[in-house]
């Protein structure tokens, strides 16, 4: 390993030092904010270095990993994901746990999985980085073990995940038994010398997918999503929400760009199927749901869908919209995250639709944001939701793939319906005061709305001026291809 | 001895395992039973570095014997706790997280 | 001299304006000058107009003047442009004059109303509306007018709208009208279509070099402009709005329902006779519809027994003449009977007002009598008005024109001895219940009290008109009498000349038939009600007579037979459909969702096994598919 | 070379499906370990006597223990294996045996569709893994001890508890009293 | 540029009220009020200029401008006007500060947020007459949704949340599709050219396989339709229009049914035009299903607000028939349809609100004559009553002629069928006259008729009607601009 490559390894190398940084600070008994702000500086430096060591990329670190732009554009999303959904946690922990201290371990383990994945080229790094995110995963999903029913949602969630995982691995070993290399770029030679594709390589690709599809809850391994959303704490939820599905969509995403799996039909028409199934799944599961949270958790089953249909091409419009979509995705997801975690009450997250009837006239800001996120994700114009939805429908009728883009059209319209339901509620004329306790920490209170609102400024400017975001999206990309 | 009878052993003990957490509603068996998965995993990965004569087979049968330890350690923490909180380890009394629409 | 023309129905329309503005905050004085005096100097401008027109003839037989360019579309413009011809000039001047007179009767009528000003402001309206329909240049403006007519009489039907009947009254002459107007427009579609203009003088140029003689295409034009004029001026099958009409204040029949409006029809086919008369068929059509017209009505008005029922009736049957005239190319006598017609129907209108007034709103005429002698004025000019309806001869201007069209529906070229024979039918009941109704109102006892005689204010303009339902007729005498054709050689500067047919028996001998058949009508009225009354109350017990009573009463049942058919079920079909059938399926499109929904979230039941299968199931399925890729 | 596979296999398969269908908790990790050596026997088939040994000591020695530890801390005995007998009712088992069966007949199905192909084994030369594992995969090593700290440390919370959770204000007034 | 500041105009404006209220409740009516009138100054402006159209050899253009918005994908800011569109603008700010005016005590509560609905979806509308890039078109198209829709939630009646669900959904469905349309035009067009533009005069040029120009136009005329609306793409109108407050129903019905109408003669005509004129003879036939079944149904209706909302489906029929008569005729009879519609239903929407407002009731039965204690509007409902069953003098009937006139040169019978429209419009119209303002007196209390707010909201409208009927000229004019 030469200079350069350790140096593209930098960002990776800091944000896995975040983790035992924490630890040395929990050894030293450190308090909640010391713990916090390190690691909120922490994560800025990753960002920083990742800065730092832009000119040297792309660089392959055999065989395991490779950074390069489009690694580096997805872990810079994760990251961000992270600063945000740590700065929330704060309040949020705070109040509630009486030992947070080991969440931001966790986090940080986890956020290291999602950042391997973003750059593995390779089987062994696909699965631990995978593997990371999970573990940690599960004990931040069961972290405050005595409420919410957490723990319930942390053994279903870890009973799913390990299964699923035994799915990949065997899987993997099947794609290797065929191609003799557990490296894509290699695997991808292999196939293209042989004639066709190998029954053996589709169905360990098949049986891959059953990890892929549980991890961003596509249909039919998405039915722990909703239950996992709710019994987690929120913060958690937006983590896995974002985090952990970027994370696992960016593997994918690149799997499939080295194998050039958009020439095989079979591939594409199995993940058309799955794409077909999870949007209108998605949709009609959310309909009538009357907990904001499952109720995002459906919805996200739904965006997936509509993201594997930007996925179809396989080319690099394709990857740009699948980009777009996750930053737009991203963005929104934290926003109304965000927004929970602002309202919860100390003993009862704020889940309820019920809850937020004419939050509009109590508190108008939140509501505006909340809002905004929800026509983003139901894709209305003047928000990112919209460019991504645009995005992926070009991407999908570039192909000519008229049956999943007509599926999303439809269940995006009837999608539509549970987003206005939330907020016509939200506007609704009697309104339930959300009892709040005294703000402990009025600093994090304040640097949480400003993330709102540096949240909804983003989607909106992506939503107004896509042009400012979309040539570095572009940029990125380039990098390594 | 072709590697393809290998893979059916370890898809045979792959699909046991699977019924295993299907049929069972122990949380513990559940745990026993995905072992059984990750172990056929890991078969099929020695069968197919055996194929090809490399390493990497039993190198990822490493990586998966570290997974299942860190995976079995959260799990059973959860086991504790669930046994802990609902005095029973039936999957099934672990339904309180589920739709329940009334409109 | 044209330059003015547009003041004539401006005028009115000005006292519309001030009158529908600033109506409520005006005294009834006020408002009784500004609205009778817009009219009387329309009618005084037209009349001066008149004179003018008459002394020194235009080259092109018209007055036109342009007043600004209304549409111009693609090959299609049009203009807001009057047009006053000999024709126009007939109309122009019983709209107007006639007009005035109704509206200083109006004056002394309503003024107990609380409405004044709307009354007023309506009857401008109108008669500007109807000035407009006659003066236009283009069937587009005379369409506007013609809509804005049957505005009018809507607004004036339904005058005193807190009665619902009135109401209904009202929309019931809409919405027949329209029928009729509807079908007009599309003629206009379809002339404008064949000849790409619709200004009336270039349709009278044009057409009859583009259309081939009793084409189907220029009758089914014809046809249609028949519709509308059939429309509104009532005759059969659209005539059944026009007894009920009788529902707003009597100026109101007399001005819309007697003199102007109705006859709008008459216009209408006289001014496009040049279509007309490219079309035999169509011709024949309009004569058999006046005289079936003028039967039926007839047959009605002989025993309805609300005073002012009677006279609608009688007015579709006049119309009916016209019509006749009209069809059978005799298109003078068609307007001379208008001419007439307006005279002594807007006075037994009115008269009939005063009655009605007197008598403390009574409509029925077996609770009037005797008010010969009690309301003189009203007796005397009454009178004039039945002798004329009644064709009584040589005397009154009735039998002038009425004597012609019986002449012509012989023996002009498209008459027949049928249409004579219906058209001398007619003549017997309308003597027989014009007589009737004379005897039953003026002679007899006294039944109901009798309130303050009429005003000067109505009493004068009901002398004069009863003068010109006398004298009116000497303008145009019969061929075979006084050579006097003042009338016709008016009219027959823009109507063409009857074409009268080979070997008919003599003028003189239809004449004597028609005289011996009115006296005749007037003696079988007067044997029924006045010499020997008993013979009818014997004719009550014959149930078969009843029953015919009862039809002809009804007007022929016409009312009943489109309630079941039109009305009945077309309120049947909306009400049914009420919610939208259409919003149904929606609404089940959505619940289709909420019902998937309910399925999707029972696979959300919270148990790792269901999680578990459904994970085994998608892996069964991704592999099975594999099986047909 | 196959004697030896063919019965370690059969020796594996039967043990594994004792260990699914076991009532007794400690019944079934026995059997777990009987099917594990059976698999490390499969592994010494295959050449690979590095992974059958890790097979013996980590799995069945470590995990199983694991295992054994909370069973015998939950205190599992005999009232948990009756409740097992009732559970495993015909009706929870046929349902999901199909199941699986059709998934296994389809993974059958499509694995022998690739088995046209010859695919002889060979033996790993043992020098070759540690050199792998500490040379080209030296990063997934890395990360592995990251994995592990996750699990321990999720573990160590998670695994935590206290007779009551109490809020940490409430906590104070619980020890004055 | 200037087209550019219209929009700016109303956004801010909207912005400012919404900052406004939270201290000054007052001033935010004031500014939304300033707001309009500028833009409807500015566009008398424009007017005044260009009013008797542009000379040939200029193009049809009046003002164009045009920048990169999103140039990856060949997106740009492209806005202009011609004709069409000045007109339609016209009208837009026009009913625009009429509405600002109705709601003048209409909206107690909330009237900050209230007026940046408002204006937010006047921008939206402007915006989508202006656009001339089909993605900025798409844009506004949905720009204008949501504070729509929020008007209807937050300050409509009873049922509003349905209805306002109704709306946005409906609309939406048929936007994606068009959505769909633009994206498979634009690489249609990409491909053949091998520039990727979404430009408006770009995509003229695009030559289409008959097939495919006929799935491509589907999709914008189902987003066209619905918005028009055609039945049996209706339904969401009538419950949107009878719950929205009285602003909201005028904007609705004057404004945003427009934006259909103007989408098909602007998009689908020359973008598709041997496909328009396949469909031709279909579109009519909805067209004139519409106008018959609107009449029926606004006959049934107890409820004013849904008996005005179904004689808008009966009168948008006459649009839709019109368009696909293509006869210039028609098409002048449609602009005038649109204009005059949008003054005649808005005013009786306007009407309707003030009933509402002070017999606190939507439901005709409850009413009957009201002409007694308020002759003033009684005389101003018959003006538009009469407008809305096409009486000459009124720019209503101007319109229907010309349709119908040019439609019978296209299709005789389907004209004929219309024509039966002119009948039923009478049923309907006179029907609602009678129950409301004719009859006897229901109402006991005294009812105070018209103030002189309400008097200068109903006489603008009324001497915009009667000046349409007789001098639809100049409109015309206009429009003829356009080729």
Redesign the interface.
Known sequence: MNHQQLMALLPFMVLATASIVIILLIAFRQGHTVIQVTGFLMMCLVIFTMWYVRDVLPQTIMPLLIVDGYGALFTGLIIFCVLVVGLFSYIYFEEREENPREYYILIFLSTLGAAILTISRH??SF??GL?LL??SL??LI?YL??RN?A??????Y??LA??T???L??G???I??DA???DFSAIAQKLHTAEQSSPLFLLGFSLMMIAVGFKLALVPFHLWA???Y??APPPVASFIATVSKIGVFAVLLRFAQELHLQNNHSIMTIISVIAMFSMISGNI?AL???NIK?LLAYSSIAHFGYLLVAFLPGNSAGVEAAAFYLIAYAVTILIAFGVIILLSAKDKDAERLSLYRGLFWEKPFVAIVLAVALLSLAGIPLTAGFIGKFYVLMAGVQQQAWLPVIVLVVTSVIGLYYYLRIISTLFADVSVAIQKEKRLHPFFYAASYAALVVLVLLLLGFGVMPAIIIPGIKQFLLIGN | ?????????????????????????????????????????????????????????????????????????????????????HKT????K?????????? | MQEILFLIPALPLMGFLILSLAGRHLSKQVIAVVGAGVVCIAAITTIWLGINFLQTPQENGAYTVTLWRWMNVANFSCSFSLRVDALSLVFLFVITFVGALIHIYSAGFMKQDRDYARFFASMNLFVCAMLILVMADNLVLLYLGWEGVGLCSYLLIGFWYETTANVQAANKAFYITRIGDTAMAIGLFLLFRELGTLDIPAIQNAAPEHFTKSSPLITSIALLLLAGGMGKSAQVPLQTWLPDAMAGPSPVSALIHAATMVTAGVYLVARMHAVFQLSPLAMNITATVGAVTLLIAGCSAMVQTDIKRILAYSTISQVGYMFLALGVGAWSAGVFHFFTHAFFKALLFLAAGAVIESLHHEHGIFKMGGLKNKLPIVFYTFLAGAAALAALPLVTAGFFSKDQILWYAWSANGGSPMLWFVALAGAFITAFYTTRLMLVVFWGDVKTHIGEPPGRLMTWPLIILAVLSIVAGFIEWPHNMLHVTLFSDVVQKVLPAVTEKEGVPSESIFQLIAVVVTLLGIYTGYLLYKKNASIVAKWKLVSALVGLRNFFFSGWRFDQFYHTLFVRPFVFVTSLNKQDVIDKIYAGIVSMFQWL??IF?VS??????TY??SV?IGIIFILALQFFL | ??YL?YIS?IV??AA??M??TRHQ?VH??LY?VV??LG?AM??L????P??AT??II??AG??IV??IF??M??N?GRE?AI??KQ??QPK??IG??I??AI??GE??VL??M??SV????????LK??P???YGE?VI?VEL?GF??M???V??????R?KKKYLHRFLKQEEEAV | MILVWLIIVLLSGGMLCWITARWRPMAAKWIALCAVLADLAILLNIWLQYGKGVQAGTGTWMIQYQTAWIPSFGISFHVAIDGLSLILLLLTFFLGTLAVLCSWKEIKSRAGFYYFNLLWTLAGISGVFVALDLFLFYFFWEVMLVPMYLLILIWGDKNRRYAAYKFFIFTQAGGLLMLLSILSLYFIHGAQSGSYSYDYFSLLNTQLEPAAAKWIMMGFMIAFVIKLPMVPFHSWLPDAHSEAPTAGSLILAGLLLKTGAYGIIRFVLPLFHQAAVDIAWWAMLFGVIGIIYGALMAFAQTDIKRLIAYTSVSHMGFVLTGIFAFREIAMQGVVMQIVTHGISTGALFVLAGMIKERLHTRDISQMGGLWTSMPAMGGVAMLFTMASLGLPVLGNFIAEFLILMGTFQANVLLTVLASTGLVFSALYSLRMMQKVFLGPVTSGEKLTDITAREMIILATLSIAIILLGLYPQTVMDVVLSKK
């Open positions: 089987f062994i699965f631990i593997e999970s573990v599960y004990a069961a073990r005595t029913n723990v319930e949602a942390g053994v279903k870890l009973l390990a299964l995982s035994a799915f691995l065997f993997m070993a099947l290797y038994m003799g290399s557990m909703a239950d996992v709710q019994g599961l009538r749901q009357q499952r | 001895m072709q590697s393809y009878s290998v893979l059916v052993v370890a898809a045979i003990l792959f699909v046991l395992g699977l019924l295993g957490v299907l049929t069972r509603r122990n949380i513990i068996f559940i745990l026993i039973s995905i072992e059984i998965m990750l172990n056929a995993a890991g078969v099929a990965f020695v069968a197919a570095g055996a194929r090809w004569g490399q390493p990497d087979g039993q190198v990822m049968f490493l990586f998966i014997l570290a997974m299942a330890a860190s995976e079995v350690s959260v799990g059973l923490a959860l086991v504790m706790q669930v046994y802990h909180q380890l039936d999957v099934s672990l339904n309180n997280l589920k739709d329940d629409i009334d409109v | 929904n309910g979230s959300q039941n919270g148990s790792m096994r578990v299968i085994l | 070379m196959n596979f296999s594996a398969i594994t499906v260990v699914i908790p079934a990790l777990l099917s594990f698999v499969i592994f088939s295959l050449g690979a590095f992974v890790l097979e980590l799995y470590a995990i694991l295992f909370v069973v801390m939950l599992l948990s409740q097992e559970w495993m929870t088992w999901p045996s199941l699986t998934l296994l993974l059958l694995l022998t690739g088995g010859p695919m002889p084994q060979q033996t790993v030369d070759k893994i050199l792998s594992l995969y997934a592995t994995l592990l996750a699990g321990i999720g573990a160590a919370h998670i695994g508890h």
